[in-house]
T-cell receptor, first 112, second 118 residues
Framework: SQQGEEDPQALSIQEGENATMNCSYK?????LQWYRQNSGRGLVHLIL?????REKHSGRLRVTLDTSKKSSSLLITASRAADTASYFCATAPNSGNTPLVFGKGTRLSVIA | GAVVSQHPSWVICKSGTSVKIECRSL??????MFWYRQFPKQSLMLMATSNEGSKATYEQGVEKDKFLINHASLTLSTLTVTSAHPEDSSFYICSARPAGGPLYNEQFFGPGTRLTVL
């Protein structure tokens, strides 16, 4: 089952602009992760943020987590054409040996 | 560390045949592996949870007799699509969770297998 809902579903921006994607989820989580997927390829793990963290940075990526609103955002600064891909959030539930649950994803197009 | 491989990376088969996809954890042991399916322009949907030495747990709507899962060792799980039909054409991705250690709570994904059924 899918728990995360990303918005927007699709985003088109010019190179150099910032891209913001949002993710909402329904149940309590241990952590939330963001993945990138180029068309027809596997997943690339971008960043993991734990439930007790509020913000995390990795290079041009900035992730926030608001557990009270059950939402997260991924910001990509100074976007490049190579950032064109689908981005998924995935939540790790609190309970035991359960799998990651993926959101529907945002398709990002960065136009050179 | 924590590398997961899948074989084959792509396969084309005729309708009615069976296809086996392997998922291996290369540098860690995994008591639990997960199988996901992804249709074009959609997200990953969990198909089943594969536990070493026991029967897999299937998600609602996934036919266990059609998608046979065998997790015979701590480093290998296989998914067999039996009597494949064109609607089974999809991208199949496995993931593995380490049996212990500092990475226990994480999942590591394979590169995926693209199945095309003609």
């Amino acid at each position: 089952s899918q728990q995360g809902e990303e918005d927007p579903q699709a985003l088109s921006i010019q190179e150099g602009e910032n891209a913001t994607m949002n993710c909402s989820y329904k149940t309590s989580i241990n952590n939330l992760q963001w993945y990138r997927q180029n068309s027809g390829r596997g997943l690339v793990h971008l960043i993991l943020i734990r439930s007790n963290e509020r913000e995390k940075h990795s290079g041009r990526l900035r992730v926030t987590l608001d557990t009270s609103k059950k939402s997260s955002s991924l910001l990509i600064t100074a976007s490049r054409a190579a950032d064109t891909a689908s981005y998924f959030c995935a939540t790790a539930p609190n309970s035991g040996n359960t799998p990651l649950v993926f959101g529907k994803g945002t398709r990002l197009s960065v136009i050179a | 560390g924590a590398v997961v491989s899948q074989h084959p990376s792509w396969v084309i088969c005729k309708s009615g045949t069976s296809v086996k996809i392997e998922c291996r954890s290369l540098d860690f042991q995994a008591t639990t592996m997960f199988w996901y399916r992804q249709f074009p322009k959609q997200s990953l949907m969990l198909m089943a949870t594969s536990n070493e030495g026991s029967k897999a747990t299937y998600e609602q709507g996934v036919e266990k007799d059609k998608f046979l899962i065998n997790h015979a060792s701590l480093t290998l799980s296989t998914l067999t699509v039996t009597s494949a039909h064109p609607e089974d054409s999809s991208f199949y991705i496995c993931s593995a969770r380490p049996a212990g250690g500092p990475l226990y709570n994480e999942q590591f994904f394979g590169p995926g297998t693209r199945l095309t059924v003609l």
